[in-house]
Nanobody, 120 residues
Framework: QVRLVESGGGLVQPGGSLRLSCAAS????????MSWYRQAPGKEREFVAG???????KYVDSVEGRFTISRDNAKNTVFLQMNHLKPEDTAVYYC??????????????WGQGTQVTVSS
């Protein structure tokens, strides 16, 4: 069984920083993409940042230059460094990963989410 567990969320003032982490565990042969999504109350889930296994990254325009996604392939972990946080960043942040297990094809997995609140 594969599980994704997020951590690092919390309450921070505007302009502050947080670092989220997501660790994958279970029967894993390899992990392709790892991504972060977020969902604010009453809003649709939104793509935030993603990274390939080789380190290619992309971001939604609203976080470009403020957030940085990275990964530690040896530990099956992805991080999201969030700087210059704004109230509009407040949401539950979810980890997503495309994972190859004991056989092909790959499957899409989601974590339980971690709350990020930016408020003055």
């Amino acid at each position: 069984q594969v599980r994704l567990v997020e951590s690092g969320g919390g309450l921070v003032q505007p302009g502050g920083s947080l670092r989220l982490s997501c660790a994958a565990s279970g029967t894993i042969f390899s992990i392709n993409t790892m991504s972060w999504y977020r969902q604010a109350p009453g809003k649709e889930r939104e793509f935030v940042a993603g990274t390939s296994r080789s380190g290619i990254t992309k971001y939604v325009d609203s976080v470009e230059g403020r957030f940085t996604i990275s990964r530690d392939n040896a530990k099956n972990t992805v991080f999201l460094q969030m700087n210059h946080l704004k109230p509009e960043d407040t949401a539950v942040y979810y980890c997503n990963a495309e994972i190859y297990g004991s056989d092909f094809p790959s499957y899409d997995y989601w974590g339980q989410g971690t709350q990020v609140t930016v408020s003055s």
